[in-house]
């Protein structure tokens, strides 16, 4: 049964971080890229980041470049995402999914988790 579990949300203040973890487990993480995607209310849903299969190659959203940093284990079945200087902007659902490719069509989605900035 293929499985993305995202954890590592939470509420924080500006400028804080948070380091979100997504688990894989059902099928074989290396190869597939693997993108974070958040959609906040009223918003259209976003691809904030997303990272190849052996994680030689990433892409990051133009308003989280510097501050966002996309990074895997395969060996763990795991991806993170290490977000510094968060911003109330970033305040949404992230949740991570799989595709063949970055930039290509995702196509099983992890539950999410709630990521909030606010003083």
């Known amino acids: 049964q293929l499985e993305l579990v995202e954890s590592g949300g939470g509420l924080v203040q500006p400028g804080g971080s948070l380091r979100l973890s997504c688990a894989a487990s059902?099928?074989?993480?290396?190869?597939?890229?693997i993108g974070w995607l958040r959609q906040a209310p009223g918003k259209e849903r976003e691809v904030v980041s997303c990272?190849?299969?052996?994680?030689?190659?990433?892409k990051y959203l133009d308003s989280v470049k510097g501050r966002f940093t996309i990074s895997r284990d395969n060996a763990k079945n795991t991806v993170y995402l290490q977000m510094n200087n968060l911003k109330p902007e970033d305040t949404a659902v992230y949740h991570c999914a799989k595709a063949p490719h970055c930039g290509q069509g995702y196509d099983f989605w992890g539950q999410g988790t709630q990521v909030t900035v606010s003083s």
């Open positions: 990272i190849s299969n052996s994680g030689g190659n990433t």
């Open positions: 059902g099928f074989t993480l290396e190869r597939y890229a």
